[in-house]
C-alpha cells in the first residue's frame, strides 16, 4: 500500500480541519469497504485517512414521528436495517442495506460511504433518492444541507467541496397512505453488483397516485429519477396500464452501457420490469398504511 | 494528530490486551498475520470478496482486508485463534473436522468465524440464513454443503448445551 497516515478525528470541527490541512489527498475514512481497496489497489493517490467513525453525531440514528429519520453518515449498514422503525417505516432503505454485500462488509460499510462514492450501481442511492432524503454536511464554511438527488455528479464524483464531508443523512416522515420498495437484479442469489437497481415512494388517495419519486440506477453515469414515470403515476388510477407506461418511461429513460455485467437491451428491458415491481410493491404497501 | 510510519496499537486479541507496533498502511489483516503472527487469518483475494479474512471486530463480523490496523486502537479482535478452548476444539471446529466441510483448509479459518458470529445472533438458523450468511465466504473446494451441514451440526451441539 502507498505511504499513508491515519486520523481519529472525536468532532465535527476536528475532521473539516484534518481534511483541509490534509488536501486533495486526504479521505473520509467511513466503513472503508470501498476506499481501502482502493488505497491499496493505487486507483486513487491517498495519502491521508481521516476516520470519523468516533464523532458522535455520525454514528447516531435517530427517528421520531415528526421529524423522519436522521441516520449518521457512517453508522454501519447491520444498524440500519437492523433498526426497528427503518423496517416498520422505511422498508426500502431497509431492503437495500440489508442486500449490500455480505455480513462482513454490512459490519462497516455505511449510507454515507456507499452514497460519497457515487458508484452508478450504489444500491442505497435509488433508495435514499427515492425516500427524499436529505445529506447534512459540514465543512470550512460551517453547515449546509444538500438533497441526495443532487450530490452525485458523475461515476466517483459527487459535489462536496474541498474539506466537506457528509454528518448525517435524513428522511421525512412518509405522508399516511404512502408505501415504498427497492429492488435490484443481480445474477446471484446475494454478494453481486446490481446490473440494474430501483425504488419507487408513492402516496395513494383511494386508489388513485397523488405524489410518486421513481429512481434506477446502473443505467446512467449517476443514479437517476424518472419524471416521465411520475407523470405517468400522479393523477392516475393505479391499473396495469398506469404501471405499464411507467415501466416503458424508465425503459426510455435508462441510458446504460455495456459491459461485462449486462447489455444495454438487458438493462432497458430490467429498468421496465424492475419499476414495475417496485411500483406494485410500493402500492400494495402504501393500502395497508 | 495524524501518525504515519510507526504506530503503537494496544487493542484486546482473543481476550488478552496486547500492545503491538504496527505502520500506518498496515491493514487489520497485514497486522494480524506480520505483526502478532496470528496466520490463521487468511488472504485470499486482499479486496472485500472472499471472506478468507474475516475476525469478530467489537462483536461484528468484518474482513480483515478492509479494516485499517490504526482503527482497531481500543477494540476487541476474536480470530480463529481464539475459538478453541483450553481443553476441547469449539462445537463448529469439531463439526467441520467430522463432517469434512474442508479440503484445502484457506477458507475455514473465515467460514468459523463468520459462522460464529452468525450462531451468537441466530442460534437456530434454517439452512437459507445460513447460506445468506455466509454467502460473503468463497470456497473452491467443498461445494459449500457439507459446510451448511457442518453449520447446522454445531448449532445443534451448542443449542443442546444450553
Ligand atoms: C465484497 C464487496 C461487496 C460489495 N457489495 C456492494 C453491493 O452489493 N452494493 C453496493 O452498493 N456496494 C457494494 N460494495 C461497495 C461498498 O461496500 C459500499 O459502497 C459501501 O456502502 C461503502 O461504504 P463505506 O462506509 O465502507 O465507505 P468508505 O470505503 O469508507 O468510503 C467510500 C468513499 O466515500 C468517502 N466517504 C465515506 N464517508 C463519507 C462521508 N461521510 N462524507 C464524505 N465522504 C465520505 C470516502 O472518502 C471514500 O471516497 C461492496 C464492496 C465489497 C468490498
Ligand atoms: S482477503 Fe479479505 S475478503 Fe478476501
Ligand atoms: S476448502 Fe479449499 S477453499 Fe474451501
Redesign the pocket.
Known sequence: MQALRYARATSIDEAVRMLREGGETA???????????QARERRRVIDLFVD?KHIPEVMALEYDPQHGLRVG??VPLYRVYGDANVQRVYPALRAAAH???GKA?QG???L???L??A?P????IPAMMALDGVAEIAGPNGRREMRVDEFCTGPGRNA?QPGE??VALRFPQPAPHSGQAWERFIPRNE?D?AVVNAACALTLAGDTVTAARVTIGAVAPTTIMVPAAVEALVGRRLTDDTIAAAGTAAKDAATPIDDMRGTVRQRKHLADVLVQRVVRAAAERARGN | MATSGRLVITATINGDERTFLADSRDSLLEALRERLNLKGVKEGCN???CGACAVILDGHLVNSC?VMAAEIEGSRVETVEGLAGPEALHPLQQCFLEGAALQCGICTPGFLMSAKALLAENPAPTDEEVRFWLAGNLCRCTGYDKIIEAVQAAAEQMRARK
Request: with cysteine; glycine share 16%; aromatic share 2%.
Open positions: 479521505r473520509v475514512l467511513a466503513g472503508g469497504t470501498d476506499v481501502i481497496v470519523i453518515a457512517a442486500v449490500i454485500g462488509i462497516r460499510a455505511s454515507g460511504g456507499n460519497s462514492n458508484s450501481a450504489a444500491d442505497s462536496l464531508f457528509i454478494m453488483i | 479486496n472485500g470478496n478492509c
